[in-house]
């Protein structure tokens, strides 16, 4: 597979062409962005570790039924992934309250959402990711109905998975950020990535964060703390 030039530099992923008009590269950088790029640092190993991370978590929803955007595993920072025509909003699914629910809502951190709470947000910096709901992506022809209603339940069956899996290694997770492409046969598709960078992660007994508000809110240890994340998982990087 020949990297070609770069098709778009993302905060934290710079995707390439390839020689394959249907695949691309994701690289994957030590840059780390919070609130819309106005922060941003280079953590040591960071894009590697999201690499090996994403790739991980990716095989775990291809096992369970949901199409990735994943080939294969390149090199530390790269992944080769299907070309898809990314839809621009982020699907969000809360399990516990935290971060911008808190705000909006005045309601208390940590509480827990039963049923879980889903959010579709714009994806835009310049308007700092505003929150819509199903008819704005309809009207403006973001998506059509039948692909809103398939980023719900494809964002839901996320939760199922994931829940499980870091409830075994003693972590929480609180809520994340989904996005969703259509692929060359029209299939809705989960692309983008799921690291620490786009969720959060508590550990269960102690509440201590294991997630990008370490590095949002200044807390220190992040990379180390994602490895800590994946090795409770089972993958030592
Ligand atoms: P929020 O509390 O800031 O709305 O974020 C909810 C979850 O979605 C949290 O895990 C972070 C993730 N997220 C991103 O990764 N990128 C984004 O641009 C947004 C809005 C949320
Ligand atoms: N991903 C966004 C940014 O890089 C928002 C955030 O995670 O705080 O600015």
Redo the contacts with the bound molecule.
Sequence with gaps: MEKREELYRGKAKTVFLTDDADKLILHFRNDTSAFDGEKIEQLDRKGEVNNKFNHFIMSKLEEAGIDTQVESLLSDNDSLVKKLDMIPV?C?V?NVA????VKRLGVEEGTVLNPPVFEF?L?NDALH?PMINDYHIMSFGWATEGQVEQMKALTFKVNEVLSGLFDEGGMML????LEFGVDSQGRIVLGDEFTP????LWDKATRNKM??DRFRQGLGSVVETYIEVAKRLGLEL
Excluded: I, T
Aim: neutral net charge; aromatic residues 10%; hydrophobic residues 25%.
């Design positions: 982020e969000v809360r935290a971060g911008s629910l947000f994806k990711d609180v809520d994340y950020k960078d786009g969720c959060r997630d990008k």
